[in-house]
């Protein structure tokens, strides 16, 4: 396939695609949830037909190498969970208010979005729910219960919006290769859903 043709995904494998990196953007590297997924994002450029295969392939590279490192937990918190300031915050109304505040209006707007088609997301911790990797798991969970119309307007309208912005700070960051790689294959993502 050539590099610049346009690719689409069908419906399970952009399913599955959101399910393994909302994971990876949500949970730490040693998290319940991801273990048993890490062989998949290893192999990741193997589940569709990439605009950039080559590019996914030195990625899943990257991510091989990293996904023992001990210091990969550490990297995560400082990214994710904010220990000082953050080079990359990966909410939503971070990028689009105006004071770049947590919990701003547009993370409203995402919310009452979210109640009205009737997902509630609980994951037992007070925060926004305009976390990319919760974005991603929110489209996933549409997608499964048949709503493809819902979950096109979640990506248009609620992360794509600010997820550039978002993606390309975690490409600079300094801290961690294999967060620099997960931000690469998700680009990459978004451009084929």
Known sequence: MKNNQVTHLDKLTSTILAKVLGAFFYYPPDHQTVKPLIDTLCQIEHIANWQNAVLIGEQCQIIANQINNPELNYQF??????????????????????????????????????????????????????????????????????KPKIAKQLIDEHLLIWSSAYLEKLKQNEISPFYRALAVIAQQYLRII
């Open 77 to 146: 918190s400082l990214l994710f969970e904010g220990q000082g300031s953050m080079s990359a915050p990966p909410w939503g109304s971070v990028y689009l208010d105006q004071e770049q505040l947590l919990m701003g209006e547009s993370q409203e707007r995402y919310r009452q979005f979210l109640q009205q088609h009737g997902l509630i997301l609980n994951t037992g911790i007070n925060e926004p729910e305009d976390q990319f990797g919760l974005m991603l798991m929110a489209y996933a969970i549409l997608q499964e219960k048949d």
